[in-house]
């Protein structure tokens, strides 16, 4: 009796995803990308991407964008994704959202948006992080959503007390899709109000903001969960069925891990794109005193502890656009330089998250003649960019998360010197994953997983290959990175520490 049930669960299993297609969306920065993936074929049949405006600087430290300039580009992105002939409208069961982390989105009474959404990025609520730090006993840094609403009462009171919702960006372009008003405990484990010991909101330090923000702050939801139907409107316009589902999403990084096949303890994902992440995951909660780890969960149910730079490819772009010349041939003339012969650059362009240094600036230490040629710089900002997540590397290592494998995704993991590099210094294999969209690759799969019986066997199930070959690192070139991440970080601690 037990063979013919497993039979029988398996065929239903297997003929919720079969002949069926999910979307994946992610809310970036820079960009919005959709994704459609044929659960049955285990690939990606058709992609799109539309440009955000860029991030707006009212004041120094500030970082907004207009969420109605979201969905124009999640408008655009849909029909060109969608507008694909491999793509069938009637086979499309399930969407799912990936949004970048910590922003903050008010809603009034009526649900509209009150002010331009402030960033991961915007650390103008430098003050108001120390406060609430404080306030908390524990670290809560200033891109963190929480100071944001503290910011928003010193210095918008009107707007504040207009706020009746908030929304983390994926939670806002969830909300427009299906008009249900929730997150899940990835995302809000990284608006700095979440505890990541009881894995709730602290209603304490919620109070103290605002006595009735509690009530203000969306539902908290498990990974499995649905977030609600498209709304009709919504599914007329792009010729989609009422019945489409939308899975409960996550932040970017947690999308990400799903993305590159990170969902086993050891396996690790450094996410090089405007900001640089480096996270694993692991089956209870990764804490570390006085370190710069974030304890998130994960999409999965899993625990995520983050470690995040506020500038990584922002930086190498930074020496790129400097140049007149193409990436290739910068990282061809880079590569034939010696490992860390150049300066060091220490890439906080806009202060810096890990260490919490928001004051810091960019530093380029040890010219020497013939130093500042491009592909030295180039270099060097890669390295620079590195050790950085190198640090975060080791602080996982102190908190008992060992790294077995590194899996890069974003922009940067089409650099083959970079994942070289990283490969060399952390002395793990390093994959890039076939799917270059990771996050919304993670999106599409989180809805396929909610769509069958069994949310984490789903997940191992109907993920595509995961990468393109392995790097393998050079023990020989791993003294001279680490020497110099060591030198990096002593050198940042005596400027801005």
């Known amino acids: 009796m037990k063979d013919w049930t497993n039979w029988q669960w398996n065929i239903s299993w297997a003929c919720v995803a079969e002949m069926s297609l999910y979307v994946g969306v992610d809310l970036g920065t820079q960009s919005l990308k959709v994704l459609v993936y044929d659960a049955d074929k285990r690939a990606t049949i058709s992609r799109a991407s539309h440009p955000c405006a860029a991030p707006l600087t009212p004041r120094p430290g500030a970082a907004e964008q207009a969420p109605a300039d979201w969905w124009q580009a ?3 992105a849909m ?14 069961r399930a969407i799912g959202v990936s949004g970048q982390q910590h922003g903050m989105v008010v809603l009034d009474e009526a649900g509209q948006v009150i002010r331009p959404a402030k960033l991961w990025c915007d650390v103008e609520a430098m003050e108001e992080a120390g406060i609430l730090s404080s306030q908390a006993q524990r670290h809560i840094p200033a891109g963190f959503t929480a100071p944001k ?5 010193n210095n918008e009171p009107e707007n ?3 706020m009746q919702r908030l929304c983390l960006p994926h939670d806002w372009l969830n909300w427009r899709l299906t008009g249900n008003w929730a997150t899940d405990h990835g995302d809000a484990s990284g608006n700095g109000l979440y505890d990541p010991n009881s894995q709730a909101i602290d209603e304490q330090l919620a109070g103290f903001l605002d006595a009735d923000l509690a009530k203000k702050l969306p539902p908290i939801e498990d990974c499995q969960a649905w977030h609600g139907r498209l709304q009709a409107g919504i599914a007329r316009t792009f010729g989609l069925s009422e019945n489409v589902k939308v899975s409960i999403g996550s932040g970017d990084n947690m999308m990400s891990a799903i993305g590159a096949g990170a969902i086993q303890p050891g396996q690790v994902v450094a996410s090089l794109g405007t900001s640089g992440t480096l996270f694993g995951v692991s089956a209870k909660p990764v804490t570390l005193p006085d370190s710069d780890l974030a304890p998130f969960r994960d999409a999965t149910g899993n625990h995520l502890p983050l470690y995040c730079l506020q500038n990584c490819s922002s930086a190498i772009e930074e020496v790129h656009q400097s140049t007149q010349r193409s990436l290739e041939e910068l990282t061809a003339e880079a590569a034939d330089l010696g490992p860390a012969s150049g300066p060091l650059f220490l890439p906080y362009l806009t202060g810096e998250r890990s260490p919490d240094w928001p004051h810091a600036s960019g530093v380029l230490f040890g010219i020497r003649p013939s130093k500042l040629q491009p592909a030295a710089l180039f270099r060097a900002a890669m ?5 950085g997540l190198y640090r975060g590397a080791q602080q996982m290592s102190q908190a008992g998360l060992e790294i077995t494998d590194l899996r890069v995704v974003g922009g940067g993991a089409q650099n083959p010197l970079w994942c070289q590099i990283l490969a060399d210094l952390f002395q793990v294999p390093v994959m890039r994953p076939i799917e270059t969209e990771a996050a919304a690759l993670g999106a599409a799969l989180q809805a396929c997983a909610a769509d069958s019986e069994d949310f984490h066997q789903a997940l191992m199930e109907y993920a595509p290959a995961t990468h393109k070959g392995i790097l393998k690192p050079s023990s020989v070139n791993s003294k ?4 110099a991440a060591d030198k990096q970080h002593q050198l940042g601690a005596s400027l801005f520490a």
Do not use: P, Q, T
């Open 480 to 483: 001279i990175y680490r020497a």
């Open 160 to 162: 504040f007390r207009r």
């Open 74 to 76: 999640f408008e655009s």
């Open 383 to 387: 390295e620079g960019v590195s050790y």
């Open 79 to 92: 029909h060109a994704a969608l507008g694909n002939s491999e793509v069938d409208l009637g086979r499309i």
């Open 149 to 153: 609403l503290l910011w928003l009462k």
